[in-house]
């Protein structure tokens, strides 16, 4: 049995610190600290959004850009 898991910061923690949305997936959790709060994984503030390479894309959200590339095009 584990006592110390209901102390320490645990990977299965899903829940938003800010809000206490819940998220079945930790990615989700990412996803809206970004985009609700400007917050990255470990609650530290978001200075600059993300943006595309390619094209004006912004984003506060990690995932949001990595599921952008609808831009890419092959040359
Ligand atoms: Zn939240
Ligand atoms: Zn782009």
Sequence with gaps: MKIFA???????????????ANYSQRSN???????????DVEGAPIKEQLSCTL???VTWAPHKLKNHKVCIKPI
């Design 6 to 20: 209901t102390r320490s910061t645990c990977s299965l923690v899903k829940a938003c610190k800010e809000c206490k």
């Design 29 to 39: 959790l990412i996803n809206h600290l970004a985009s609700e709060h400007h917050l």
């Design 55 to 57: 094209c004006s894309f």
